[in-house]
């Protein structure tokens, strides 16, 4: 009785000390949306791995992932993923090949020039940012006349990325309210204001992004897929392994009673 006891109470406690991580990223990342992720959905992934050939690709490497991993892993065949993905020529200016890492051309120095700041691989960037950040970034671009690109963000302060998403987005700006600190007034975010429509609603965007998030957090750890996968064929395995050792403990044991 006492050990069963003393057992839940090293139970519960292995559990918190687990949660503990968890929690501490809940608090730290304040104000983000939740990213509707779903790995095991397929569809999605492969909506994307378009868009972010489409709009994504021209600046941002994610070069610890190579196209024919895609092609298995999403179920497409390698000429969608050269459609989609594949720029004709590789960083070395020679042919790609679908085999071929998903390198960019552009040169850090090209970049520095253009944006400010070198354009970084996106390749963990779902683990490194978390996709909550990813997907909340890509929606806070606003309307700033004061900076280079005529954008900023609220996830990101006086980021060097264009909002290459405008035309879908439309153009928001950021609107702040007054709030009072104790004695001190501070300016803080109240939402956004569309003042421009883009080519897709506000619905049809969040889901966009969060094909495009889903995609990046597949990236970001693509064993993932594979994973899950595996999970379920083990668990089978183990079921039939399991008929087959009783059946057998049946057989050993039929002459001893
Ligand atoms: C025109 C080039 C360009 C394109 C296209 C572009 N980006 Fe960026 N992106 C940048 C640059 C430059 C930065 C670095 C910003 C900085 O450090 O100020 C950046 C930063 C980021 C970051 C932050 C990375 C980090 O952890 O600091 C993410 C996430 C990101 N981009 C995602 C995307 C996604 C998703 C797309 C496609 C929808 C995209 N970018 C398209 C240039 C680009």
New binding site residues.
């Given amino acids: 009785m006492k050990t069963a006891i003393i057992k839940s109470i090293v139970t519960l406690f292995l559990a918190v000390a687990m949660l503990m991580p968890m929690l501490a990223t809940a608090s730290g990342g304040a104000h983000l949306l939740t990213a509707p992720i779903d790995i095991n959905d397929k569809e999605s992934l492969r909506r994307g791995a378009k868009a ?1 050939g489409d ?2 690709y ?3 490497a994610a070069s610890f992932m190579r196209f024919n991993r895609i092609a298995k892993d999403l179920e497409m065949s390698e000429e969608d993923v050269r459609e989609m993905l594949i720029h004709t020529y590789n960083k070395k200016g020679a042919p790609t090949k679908i085999g071929d890492l998903m390198e960019v051309s552009m040169t850090d120095d090209y ?1 520095i020039n253009a ?1 400010g ?1 070198a ?2 691989d ?1 390749s963990l ?1 779902a683990r ?2 978390g996709a909550d950040w ?1 997907y909340t ?2 929606r806070s671009f606003y309307v700033d006349p004061y900076r280079p690109t005529g954008f900023n963000n609220t996830v ?1 302060p006086d ?4 909002h ?2 405008w035309s879908l987005q439309g153009l928001q700006e950021a609107k702040y309210k007054t709030v009072m600190h104790g004695d001190v007034e501070v300016e803080e975010l109240d939402g956004f204001e569309q003042i421009q429509a883009g080519k897709l609603t506000s619905t049809e965007y969040d889901v966009f992004l969060g094909d ?1 998030t889903n995609f ?1 957090v597949y990236v970001a750890e693509p064993v993932q897929v594979e994973r899950r996968s595996m999970g379920w064929k083990v668990l089978l395995f183990l079921i039939v392994l399991f008929g087959f050792a009783y059946a057998l403990k049946k057989e050993y044991w039929k002459d001893v009673h």
């Fill in positions: 972010f709009y994504c021209s600046c941002h970049a944006f700041t354009v970084p996106l960037a490194a940012r990813i970034y890509l990101f980021v060097g990325m264009p290459v998403l495009l990046m």
